[in-house]
């Protein structure tokens, strides 16, 4: 059964360090999501990018984050300048289609130490 | 501030009962839910979509959904130890990024 990938499963990075988590999409999949998860809290939606464009970003995703597709198969969240509050697990979707078409599939996470 | 609301549980019943979840959404105009199944320190894992109101159901699990209510619920029949997990209720936005909101789940735990 195709599914997302994702790398590293685990990151510990120092404060102010930066760090590129990976995804690796299901191959016929054209929208991408990265969430994150706080330690007991909820999941929440960071960015969605379709077309090599982000097309909604939450208040989370301020100038420290950026995402790219650097080829056909990779999607990566880069985090410029860690704060240990970034700490949490990151997972990475993928859905086929858009709008209440688009089921997200997710990847089982990257968790991130900032120390 | 558009909110997913649920009871953080933990919901305890017994095995081969029947586990009520249920969640309540603030966005009047939301369209698509989901409800997600997630084991500790795993990821989510989706196990039903509903649009219509009413009933679907797909094995032991069915959605119900009530928009006028603004209420989504998840029953799982002949539950199973195997079902303990936290459940989170999404909503999709209709923004057109597909934000999926997340409740902040219900645990549910299945007794022998």
């Known amino acids: 059964e195709p599914e997302v990938t994702q790398t590293p499963s685990h990151q510990v990075t120092q404060m102010g360090q930066e760090v590129i988590l990976r995804c690796v999409p299901i191959?016929?999949?054209?929208?991408f999501y990265w969430y994150r998860q706080i330690l007991g809290q909820k999941v929440e939606f960071l960015v969605s990018?379709?077309?090599?464009?982000?097309?909604?970003k939450s208040e989370i995703f301020d100038d420290q984050f950026s995402v790219e597709r650097p080829d056909g198969s990779n999607f990566t969240l880069k985090i410029r300048s860690t704060k240990l509050e970034d700490s949490a697990m990151y997972f990475c979707?993928?859905?086929?289609?858009?709008?209440?078409?688009?089921?997200?599939?997710f990847g089982a996470g990257t968790r991130l130490s900032v120390l | 501030q558009k909110e997913v609301e649920q009871n953080s549980g933990p919901l305890s019943v017994p095995e081969g009962a029947i586990a009520s979840l249920n969640c309540t959404y603030s966005?009047?105009?939301?369209?698509?839910f989901f409800w997600y199944r997630q084991y500790s320190g795993k990821s989510p894992e989706l196990i039903m979509s509903?649009?219509?109101?009413g009933d679907k159901e797909d094995g032991r699990f069915t959605a119900q959904l009530n928009k006028a209510s603004q209420y989504v619920s998840l029953l799982i029949r002949d539950s199973q130890p195997s079902d303990s997990a936290t459940y989170l209720c999404?909503?999709?936005?209709?923004?057109?990024?597909?934000?999926?909101?997340f409740g902040t789940g219900t645990q549910l735990k299945v007794e022998l």
């Open positions: 979707a993928s859905s086929e289609f858009g709008q209440s078409l688009g089921i997200q599939y």
């Open positions: 191959s016929n999949h054209l929208y």
């Open positions: 990018f379709y077309n090599n464009e982000i097309s909604e």
């Open positions: 966005d009047r105009v939301s369209q698509s």
């Open positions: 509903i649009y219509s109101n």
């Open positions: 999404a909503v999709l936005g209709e923004g057109g990024g597909n934000k999926l909101t």
